[in-house]
């Protein structure tokens, strides 16, 4: 994986670019969110179960391992993404969502799948030397 640094930059020049787009903040932060979403799961779980605040100082021990080959994986994110929009249909089925909030909700949620795409494409394509380049 591309150290934090990269996928900052990564994720400051989408959201930038759907900024100059759409002139909407959320849709920004959705794709600023996605893009730093894979690694703040894996980092900051396997943190908080360590002990530590210290994200540097992890541990690779079984859980981060684990939550790797989990966030790591298109599949698992397109299953977690497949019963989000469920959900969501579920509740706009029952009234609970009105109509406008739930066309808003499907923008974020694409912004938010674009900016964990491409993530995932900077993992596969770009090995690390460290965690921060």
Avoid: C
């Avoid at 994986?1 to 759409?22: F, K, Q, T």
């Avoid at 932060?29 to 540097?56: C, E, H, K, M």
């Amino acid at each position: 994986m591309p150290g934090a640094i990269v996928h900052i930059i990564a994720g400051l020049l989408s959201a930038s670019a759907v900024h100059l787009r759409h002139f909407r903040l959320e849709f920004s932060l959705a794709i600023f969110i996605g893009n730093l979403l894979p690694d703040a799961i894996r980092q900051g779980v396997s943190a908080i179960a360590q002990g530590t605040i210290n994200v540097l100082n992890v541990r690779q021990d079984g859980l981060f391992r684990f939550l790797s080959a989990t966030t790591n994986s298109p599949a698992n994110w397109f299953t977690f993404g497949f019963f989000t929009l469920l959900l969501i249909t579920f509740l706009y089925h029952y009234h609970v969502i009105k109509k406008k909030r739930l066309w808003e909700y499907e923008e974020l949620y694409v912004f938010l799948v674009v900016g964990i795409i491409t993530h995932l494409v900077m993992d596969a394509l770009i090995f690390e030397k460290g965690p921060w380049f």
